[in-house]
C-alpha cells in the first residue's frame, strides 16, 4: 500500500449489502466461501482509562490502551465446513453405522418399504399397540396384525459407506486454528449505481470454539452463527481498502 495521505472521494455513497465472507487457511490455503450470509457485524471496542482530578475531580484525559475487532456472522446455510474448523477438526471419509427413524405406512399386504437397509436380520417397530420385533428382507417389513393404512415407527441400525459418509471428531482438546479473512461487499451511487468495491482484510483472526445448535417443530432453516476476534500482527489488525469499480 502507498504512503500518501489523501482526502477520500467515498463520502456520499451507500454500503447497503451484506457483506460475502472469504476465509483462507493460514497453512493448507484451503479457501472456504460462505455468501449466503444474513448478517455480519464488525464492532471494534477500544480500552480507556480516565484521569481525573483537581477541583471537582474534572476529567483530565482519556488514556486509551488497547483495541479489539469482533466480528459475528450468521447464515440461514448449514455448512459443514465451518462447523468441523469451529470444533477444529477435518472432515474425513469413514464407514461406520448410525441409527435411522423414520415412519412408514403399511400397504395392502401389511409390508412397507424402509428407506435403507437395516444392518441386522430384524429391527423393532413401535404402533399404538407397542413396540414388536419384526423380521427385514433387505429393506422391506411386514407386520402380522396390521392392516393396510397402518403407520408405524421403525428404528434401526444402518451400515454407512466410507464414499457416502463424511465424519467429523468432536474431541475436547482440539480447537480452531487460525485463519486470513475477507469480508467483500459494494458501495453504491443514489441510482444505485455500482461505484466500488470494499473489502476488510484480517489476516488473522481466530474463531470462537463456542457453538449451538437449535431445532423446532416447526420446519424452518435454522441460523449458525460464527464469532471470529481479530488476532494484532505487532499492533495491526487489519485493513479497510475501496477500489473504484472500471466503467
Do not use: W
Not at 59 to 79: C, D, G, Q, R, Y
Amino acid at each position: 500500500m502507498g504512503s500518501n495521505i489523501i482526502n477520500s472521494n467515498y463520502k456520499n455513497y451507500f454500503l447497503v449489502d451484506i457483506y460475502d465472507m472469504i476465509l483462507v487457511d493460514k497453512k493448507t490455503k484451503e479457501i472456504i466461501i460462505s455468501d449466503t450470509l444474513t448478517s455480519c457485524g464488525i464492532e471494534c471496542t477500544t480500552s480507556s482509562t480516565t484521569v481525573q482530578g483537581g477541583k471537582g475531580y474534572a476529567v483530565l484525559a482519556t488514556l486509551s490502551s488497547a483495541k479489539e475487532i469482533t466480528i459475528t456472522t450468521e447464515m440461514p446455510t448449514f455448512n459443514f465446513d465451518l462447523l468441523a474448523r469451529q470444533m477444529g477438526a477435518d472432515i474425513i471419509k469413514a464407514a461406520g453405522k448410525t441409527m435411522k427413524i423414520e415412519t412408514v405406512t403399511l400397504d395392502s399386504s401389511k409390508s412397507a418399504t424402509l428407506s435403507a437397509t437395516p444392518a441386522s436380520a430384524s429391527i423393532d417397530v413401535f404402533s399404538e399397540s407397542g413396540k414388536q420385533s419384526v423380521a427385514v428382507t433387505t429393506n422391506k417389513i411386514t407386520i402380522a396384525g396390521g392392516k393396510e393404512g397402518d403407520t408405524v415407527k421403525a428404528c434401526y441400525e444402518v451400515n454407512t459407506t466410507q464414499e457416502n459418509t463424511e465424519v467429523v471428531e468432536i474431541n475436547a482438546k482440539n480447537f480452531p486454528t487460525g485463519v486470513e479473512m475477507y469480508l467483500t461487499s459494494i458501495l453504491i451511487d443514489n441510482e444505485e449505481n455500482i461505484v466500488a468495491d470494499i473489502t476488510y482484510h484480517f489476516p488473522s483472526v481466530k474463531m470462537s470454539a463456542d457453538f449451538s445448535q437449535s431445532t423446532a417443530s416447526e420446519r424452518d432453516a435454522n441460523p449458525s452463527t460464527y464469532t471470529f476476534t481479530v488476532i494484532s500482527n505487532g499492533g495491526k489488525l487489519g485493513t479497510l481498502e475501496i477500489v473504484k469499480r472500471e466503467k
